[in-house]
């Protein structure tokens, strides 16, 4: 084939292509296109997210432990401890029903109504300090259809 019969033979075939044939070349160009130069780069940074999102994770898990580690070691509760434990359950939104102090045992019990989520968690919490010690948690239903009552029973430590 001579140089001009190829030439008219490519116009020709161009022509006679419909706009449907134009879209179907157009997206298969576009296909590999972002195949070849775009997935490579999407990819690398895909795995350079991940590898920094994994490294942050482990800090901030070292990070949470170091915290644990120096709240337990200079937290103690101050103060009346039947007044400070009651306050703490009354500012997470709990009832305090009932509150006795044991001087003899050295015990601070206490019937609680609220949400038990926030009084697990205020639970929680106090039990980071050094002077107390969590005896008891156990959740009392008297009646079926009221809410049930949670009684901790906290060990006080003598301050020296």
């Known amino acids: 084939m001579s140089h001009q019969k190829l030439k008219w033979v490519m116009y020709h075939s161009i022509d006679q292509l419909t706009r449907i044939d134009l879209i179907i070349a157009f997206l298969c160009l576009f296909s590999v296109f972002s195949y070849v130069l775009v997935l490579p780069q999407y990819e ?54 009932d509150a006795k102090y044991d001087p003899q045992n050295q015990q601070v ?34 009646d079926l259809k009221k809410q049930p009552n949670l009684n901790v029973v906290w060990q006080l430590q003598e301050q020296t």
């Not at 703490?88 to 939104?93: I, L, N």
């Not at 639970?123 to 959740?139: A, D, E, G, R, V």
């Open 109 to 142: 019990q206490i019937q609680l109504q609220g949400e038990i989520s926030n009084l697990i968690d205020t639970t929680n919490h106090l039990k980071q300090y050094q002077n107390i010690q969590l005896l008891s948690l156990s959740l009392v239903q008297d």
């Open 44 to 97: 690398q940074n895909l795995g350079a997210i991940t590898a920094e999102n994994i490294e942050l994770q482990h800090e901030v898990k070292r990070n949470i432990k170091q915290q644990d580690i120096q709240q337990v070691s200079n937290k103690t509760l101050t103060g009346t401890a039947l007044i400070e434990i009651t306050k703490s359950y009354q500012y997470a939104g709990a009832q305090v029903l």
